[in-house]
């Protein structure tokens, strides 16, 4: 039994502490929001998953102290906008060699750094590792079959992340590709923002089929540009994240979506969801990072126009229709 502490009581914390907590693990969760930690530990339930009961074995935590003193492993899973001053905010309680797992999927747009990157820049001497996958908190609170992959550098953390979180319906695999899965993780939330905005159009399954195979696409050329590697973009934290995000109607992001096609403004999308809807945070710093790397991501680019430039949804979908024509697979060659 190991004693955990998670950062973060939305949907994805709260589904991941009924997880370990039902691993037998000693969980504990914690919130910023003293009146909703209390209203959790008085009703057992959250209000976004009401189809779960919490298990009796959760403590639960307004006190960054308690969450973190004494813990084998930190779960940080506040959203991405917040995980700077999070980590900031657990340096006095933080333990030299702390083991920490980020569940945040987005890049700074400030700084254009993954969520590990910005832990280990607020935390240097705490060893970060991430895990990531096609992972509704909606469905793995409710022990729906999950798939995910624990990345770290070392290989020990790794393995450690995976048999914490290991379970007859949460399945984990490792990988030293920390870069590429944090990429991956944090791109499809933009992918996703555009392929509900075909769903809001009215466009069909062919038009979504289309944005999620050319999504990955630029989500692997700038990935692999900055260092990380093919396989990941292939994998659970690439095509598989990407698929259930622009797929299912518990994606935040392609709720968003839908509703830009319907014409709603960004900021009017966001409030109707009521959701930290990490796509939007996410599409300035995919685009920087476009340009940075020199990367052509034409449906980043769309996806940023709609958002920040007020671009109606059916004029973006229409010019990335009338690109310049294109050979799919450079690297592949032609008869003589």
């Known amino acids: 039994m190991e004693r955990i502490g998670i950062l973060g009581s939305g949907t994805w914390g709260t589904a991941i502490a009924v997880l370990l907590s039902n691993n037998g693990h000693q969980v504990t969760l914690w919130s910023a929001i003293p009146e909703e930690i209390e209203e ?68 700074e747009e400030a700084t254009l750094h993954t969520m590990s990157e910005v832990i280990k820049e607020e935390l240097p001497d705490a060893d970060v590792a991430v895990l990531s996958g096609p992972s509704h908190a909606e469905e793995v609170a409710r022990g ?61 399954d062919n038009t979504k089929a289309a944005l999620i ?24 934290s690439g095509i598989g994240d990407l698929i259930v995000t622009c797929a299912s109607m518990h994606s935040r992001n392609r709720r968003a979506g839908i509703l830009l096609g319907k014409g709603y403004t960004m900021e009017e999308a966001m409030k109707e969801v009521n959701m930290v809807v990490e796509g939007v945070y996410s599409a300035r710093a995919a685009l920087a990072l476009s340009r940075k790397y020199d990367v052509p991501m034409p449906v980043v680019e769309q996806v940023n126009q709609v958002l920040f430039e007020n671009k109606p949804a059916k004029d973006a979908v229409m010019e990335l229709m009338q690109r310049d024509k294109r050979n799919e697979s450079n690297d592949l060659p032609w008869e003589a």
């Open 40 to 107: 959790m530990k008085r009703t057992l339930a959250h209000k976004n998953l009401p189809e779960v009961k919490l298990p009796e074995t959760i403590c639960y935590t307004a006190k960054l102290s308690e969450a973190m003193e004494e813990k084998d492993l930190l779960v940080m899973a506040v959203p991405s906008v917040f995980v700077r001053s999070t980590a900031a905010n657990m340096r006095l309680y933080c333990k030299a060699g702390q083991r920490i797992v980020d569940l945040a999927k987005g890049i």
């Open 144 to 204: 729906l079959p999950t798939t995910c992959v624990a990345g770290a550098h070392k290989k020990a953390l790794a393995e450690y992340v995976q048999s914490v979180f290991m379970s007859p319906v949460f399945r984990v695999y490792t990988s030293p590709d920390v870069l590429g899965i944090e990429v991956g993780a944090a791109l499809k939330n933009v992918v996703a923002l555009a392929a509900g905005t075909a769903d809001g159009l009215g466009y069909g």
């Open 213 to 236: 195979t050319r999504g990955i696409a630029e989500i692997a050329r700038l990935g692999m540009a900055m260092g990380g590697k093919y396989q990941s973009f292939t994998g659970l």
